[in-house]
């Protein structure tokens, strides 16, 4: 594998002598893709302003290809780096094609003009994101999904090496969110490109990144993959979280749990409390769950919201202690809810919980 694509060294970014971002180091090959992370006004939209030349770095450096940014032409530094930002195009009587053909610019000179080889990667352009049909069609006539489109195969005209992404899920419905990623994970494969973009939605930030930058308090916090980033309690540090949970596992959040004495008691597992840990939650009412096993898919939730958990060690049978456990709770509760449809070898002591609960006539 090559070297970076674009990298930067102790980077400090922000406006006129105001640092906002300092400390910044990262490297992008091509192929990859590198997510910026962080609390709102942590300086994200800076940095991608900044790296893409459009603001001036107030120390250290930005390189393309090992060569400084400064250096570089506004002609050959939009020949080789795209900005794709998140905005709303208002242009008159533009038509898709016309606006993914402005991608061409950097390489048609002072009058603009298209040739026949500018026009041809118009159109492949339009092809490789799927938005050929649109190519007559007024900007200011197609949704939000197809717009991000449209500015994604504009930048994918401008034929470049590195590509700079604000938010390009802002506004987007999650199966135009999901699209778009997609989209783009197979541009930079099949292009070879290399992307640095700020994503809000922290799920989509774990699953379509190959790295991540985390920054906070006016600095880079943390570097590292999407395995390295999402796991432990660094997630609800970096946001500063007091008002819930993130399971990192999920690349979610939890709501607060309800405290206070278990007002219910329920019977889960297999994903099957869900949504019965999250309705008690909505309704205020403290609960206890159990037994669910630490390796189970809803102990992350069961973790977040439950007020007491009993939980068996993972891939182990419900044992007679968690089963006595469990009991000493459930007995505190004025109901019981079973979510579970079926019992097998491992859980059968949550099977003697339905049946002491059925005999106390504590069931709904």
């Known amino acids: 594998m090559g070297g970076a694509a674009i990298s930067s060294k102790e980077l400090s970014v922000g406006y006129g002598k105001k640092v906002v971002v300092s400390g910044l180091g990262f490297e992008v090959r091509a192929g990859e893709i590198l997510t910026i992370i962080g609390p709102n006004g942590a300086g994200k939209s ?21 060569t400084d940014i400064s250096l570089l032409s506004s002609h050959e530094a939009a020949q080789t780096l795209s900005v794709c930002l998140t905005e709303r195009i208002t242009a008159e009587k533009m038509t898709c094609a016309d606006v993914v053909s402005t991608g061409r610019y950097p390489y048609t000179g002072l009058l603009g003009i298209l040739y026949d080889s500018d026009r041809k990667i118009v159109r492949e352009a ?18 939000d999904g197809q717009r991000q489109t449209v500015l994604l195969a504009r930048a994918v005209a401008q034929e470049p090496q590195v590509l700079i992404l604000d938010e390009p899920t802002s506004f987007l419905d999650i199966n135009n969110k999901l699209r778009l990623l997609e989209l783009l994970r197979e541009l930079v494969r099949s292009r070879n490109i290399a992307v640095v973009q700020t994503l809000h939605e922290l799920d989509l930030a774990q699953r379509f990144s190959d790295m991540i930058l985390c ?55 297999g994903g099957s409390g869900i949504d019965t840990y999250r309705s008690l939650q909505r309704q205020g ?11 189970d898919i809803e102990y ?46 491992v859980n059968m002591g949550n099977k003697k919980l339905l049946e002491a609960a059925e005999k106390a006539m504590k069931t709904e």
Not at 55 to 61: F, M, N, R, T, V
Not at 129 to 141: K, Q
Not at 309 to 333: G, H, Q
């Open 46 to 66: 800076t940095i991608l302003k900044t790296i893409a030349a459009q603001l001036p770095a107030i120390a250290g450096s930005v390189s393309i290809n090992d």
């Open 126 to 143: 339009m092809e490789l994101t799927g938005i050929s049909h649109l190519a007559d069609t007024d900007i200011r006539c197609i949704s």
């Open 215 to 269: 920054v906070r308090d006016g600095r880079a916090d943390r570097k590292g993959t999407p395995g390295e980033i999402f796991s432990g309690d660094y997630i609800s540090r970096l946001y500063g979280m007091t008002g819930g949970t993130f399971l990192p596992m999920f690349g979610t959040a939890e709501p607060q749990k309800i405290t206070g004495e278990p007002q219910v008691f329920v019977i889960g597992g």
């Open 285 to 295: 009412i403290p609960f206890a769950a159990g037994v669910i096993h630490e390796n």
């Open 300 to 345: 992350p939730t069961a973790k977040a919201l439950a007020s007491v958990l009993i939980t068996e060690k993972a891939f182990e049978p419900v044992s007679s202690a968690s089963v006595e456990l469990a009991l000493e709770a459930m007995n505190k509760c004025g109901r019981v809810i079973c979510c579970i449809k079926s019992f097998g070898t």
